[in-house]
DNA sequence: TACCTTTGTTCATTCAAATGGACACAGCTC
DNA sequence: GAGCTGTGTCCATTTGAATGAACAAAGGTA
């Protein structure tokens, strides 16, 4: 089967915005492309695409370069788990273990 | 040139934060694996791979996913701005086009 | 000004991500 | 308990991301 992919606006605006914060954290940083580049492991091509926010590359090259630059995402915490207000392996631990559905309507008779 | 990969521990923690987020946000909202797989056009065994926190999948992807499930990442600002404290593409426009380096030292004769 | 570094982009090749089918098993539901 | 559903994982195949070289153009520097 085909692989065409399509992206919401949220999404494509988040990838927008962390190319552009990518961008300027180098720019602070006083790096060149291919100096980014080396450092990530990856080539000045792929850099260039990720600064541009396109969706293909890897997740793992996009964070290991914005944390090259300085950018804070998920670190283990802070903004994210005070946004979800509890510790996530906690609340993973309490989960029930598979999502399960209604057999039919649950009580729905009169 | 082969091409493997070496991540951060902040990157891989990221990741595997991210990942167990999206789960969550997964269980919350009642959906199993394959429902959620389906509606963000994607096979249940690449949202495993994402869940697990593996740095393969496209961020495009992993991002699509996250707002599915309700994830806020850096929807257009709000905590990315208050962190970097200045609107982004104001501060792109004011960096220099091109990061020069000193051709050598740039005054270092005592 | 001329020079040279940085960047944006294209392109063929290489290689791993994504797929989908399969299977075992955990864990709800009755 | 039996039965079914959701999950984790494997594997062969497909397909697109990553590469690196190349070139033009923009933009600092002397």
Partial sequence: MP??????????????MLGKLIRIGRAERGLTAQELADRAGISRTTLSSIEKGAPGPEIGIVFEVAS????RLFESDERMLQVHSSRVDEK???????????????????
Wanted: hydrophobic share 40%; aromatic share 6%; proline share 3%.
């Fill in 92 to 110: 993973l631990t309490l989960l029930p273990k598979s999502v399960r559905h209604a057999v039919k309507e649950v009580d729905d008779d009169f």
């Fill in 3 to 16: 692989r065409k992919r399509s992206y919401s606006r949220v999404t494509r605006q988040a990838l927008t």
């Fill in 68 to 71: 090259l630059v300085g950018l």
